[in-house]
């Protein structure tokens, strides 16, 4: 069974930088799209990041291109979602999410379509 668990949220100041974990467990994830999405108060769930864990290709959400960087190490089957210049409008609870279904060579981003979820975790940016 699939299990991931999230970590690294906590309460930063607008410009500054977290790095949020994703422990996964309970698969051979090599044929696995690995994803962050994040849900602010009353708006729906939206993608934020994805990266292929064979091959390690990644795509991004145009809102945090270029400031958040997804990667993972395959030693401690974990991925990463590095966030800088951060700012408030990515205050949100964050949640790791899995895949292993074949979609070709297209990234899914739509949260219906990934299986297995962590928990979530909060990251706040006050202004």
């Known amino acids: 069974q699939v299990q991931l668990v999230e970590s690294g949220g906590g309460l930063v100041q607008a410009g500054g930088s977290l790095r949020l974990s994703c422990a996964a467990s309970?698969?051979?994830?090599?044929?696995?799209?690995m994803a962050w999405f994040r849900q602010a108060p009353g708006k729906e769930r939206e993608f934020v990041a994805a990266?292929?864990?064979?091959?390690?290709?990644?795509t991004y959400a145009d809102s945090v291109k270029g400031r958040f960087t997804i990667s993972r190490e395959s030693a401690k089957n974990t991925v990463y979602l590095q966030m800088n210049s951060l700012k408030p409008e990515d205050t949100a609870v964050y949640y790791c999410?899995?895949?292993?279904?074949?979609?070709?060579?297209?990234?899914?981003?739509?949260?219906?379509?990934?299986?297995?979820w962590g928990q979530g975790t909060q990251v706040t940016v006050s202004s």
């Open positions: 990266l292929r864990w064979s091959g390690g290709s990644t």
């Open positions: 999410a899995a895949d292993g279904r074949y979609r070709g060579s297209s990234f899914v981003l739509s949260s219906a379509e990934y299986r297995y």
């Open positions: 309970g698969r051979t994830f090599s044929s696995y799209v």
